[in-house]
Nanobody, 120 residues
Framework: QVQLVESGGGLVQPGGSLRLSCAAS????????MGWYRQAPGKQRELVAT???????NYARSVKGRFTISRDNAKNTVYLQMNSLIPEDTAVYYC??????????????WGQGTQVTVSS
């Protein structure tokens, strides 16, 4: 019914930049919140940046000033611009959204994940 499709991951050198995209598709009635989480090997999944239900943004302290989340409501798409990347940013990045579909109750959806590797 509803899918989140991520793109934009890859290998980048320290100090470099990447831009992730996540598009929500399907029978969407409303998107309440949308953002990004990440999970590094051996670590728990953590919030990176997100738009809340009220439209405000939340960032992890470790990425403030380096990452910027933005969105295109007309396209049901959220972006994550990642600058000044460091090896500690290496992780699988997951798109997350709180969506009410047309014929389903409101629930949380996850994308399939996209790998970001920061290495020289």
């Amino acid at each position: 019914q509803v899918q989140l499709v991520e793109s934009g991951g890859g290998l980048v050198q320290p100090g470099g930049s990447l831009r992730l995209s996540c598009a929500a598709s399907g029978s969407i009635f409303n998107i309440y919140a949308m953002g990004w989480y990440r999970q590094a090997p051996g670590k728990q999944r953590e919030l990176v940046a997100t738009f809340t239900n009220s439209g405000t943004t939340n960032y992890a302290r470790s990425v403030k000033g380096r990452f910027t989340i933005s969105r295109d409501n007309a396209k049901n798409t959220v972006y994550l611009q990642m600058n000044s990347l460091i090896p500690e940013d290496t992780a699988v990045y997951y798109c997350n959204a709180d969506i009410r579909a047309v014929v389903l109750s409101r629930r949380t959806y996850w994308g399939q994940g996209t790998q970001v590797t920061v290495s020289s």
